[in-house]
Nanobody
Framework: QVGLVESGGGSVQAGDTLKLSCTFTHLNGRTDNHYCMGWFRQLSGKDRVERDGIAVIDSAGRKQYADSLEGRFTISQDITKNVLELVVNNLESEDTAMYYC????????????????????WGQGTQVTVYS
């Protein structure tokens, strides 16, 4: 059973930088060692199926970002520590949302999995609230 635990959320001021972390367990060493990890966010009032993909990274370290987002997001992973991170620069009020870490082991392009809502393993989320 894969475990995903997010941290780093909170109330932050617009213009600030925030780093979210996700500790994952039991993901390495899967049958073929291929996996995708990603960050998503769910706006208040939206359903789970309406979570927006932000960024993904695969087991080889390839990073991909949602086309609709500006270049304010940076995804990274430290495999030695089993940690996935997301840095958000120049926070805006529109970034207020619940942020989720997710994983998938399906052998496919990670961005395609993000766009087709094919990530199957999720953390509990961490709330980010941006105030002016």
């Amino acid at each position: 059973q894969v475990g995903l635990v997010e941290s780093g959320g909170g109330s932050v001021q617009a213009g600030d930088t925030l780093k979210l972390s996700c500790t994952f367990t039991h993901l390495n060493g899967r049958t073929d060692n291929h996996y995708c990890m990603g960050w998503f966010r769910q706006l208040s009032g939206k359903d789970r199926v309406e979570r927006d993909g932000i960024a993904v990274i695969d087991s080889a370290g390839r990073k991909q970002y949602a086309d609709s987002l500006e270049g304010r997001f940076t995804i990274s992973q430290d495999i030695t520590k089993n940690v996935l991170e997301l840095v958000v620069n120049n926070l805006e009020s529109e970034d207020t949302a619940m942020y989720y870490c997710a994983a998938a082991t399906e052998r496919n392009d990670c961005k395609v999995l993000m766009q087709t809502h094919a990530f199957t393993m999720w953390g509990q989320g961490t709330q980010v609230t941006v105030y002016s």
